[in-house]
Nanobody, 125 residues
């Protein structure tokens, strides 16, 4: 069983920044691709960013590329999402997730088998 706990959400003005953290409960974290997704009210959950096990490869949704940065610290079993130049349309509940070992895609939520409880990010205009 893997537990993921997100933190760092909150209320911020447009143009501001937040850093989300996701702490994993098991040492197998370092062998896992990790992803961030978000879900706004009335919308489907959407891919935000993903990072491979060694941190060497990262992937972003077009809507956040250039503004968000995903990173990880395997020694701390933690993945981060630095969010800069936030926009009101970034308002959502943000979830971190661990990709299933047998999945090859990184942007589909069905490829992830463990999820955190989510953290709310609200960007005011």
């Amino acid at each position: 069983q893997v537990q993921l706990v997100e933190s760092g959400g909150g209320l911020v003005q447009a143009g501001g920044s937040l850093r989300l953290s996701c702490a994993a409960s098991r040492r197998t974290f370092s062998a896992s691709t990790m992803g961030w997704f978000r879900q706004a009210p009335g919308k489907e959950r959407e891919f935000v960013a993903a990072i491979y096990e060694n941190g060497g490869s990262t992937f972003y949704a077009i809507s956040v590329k250039g503004r968000f940065t995903i990173s990880r610290d395997n020694a701390k079993n933690t993945v981060y999402l630095q969010m800069n130049s936030l926009k009101p349309e970034d308002t959502a509940v943000y979830y971190c997730a661990r990709r299933d070992y047998y999945s090859s895609t990184y942007s589909s939520s069905s490829a992830y088998d463990y999820w955190g409880q989510g953290t709310q990010v609200t960007v005011s205009s």
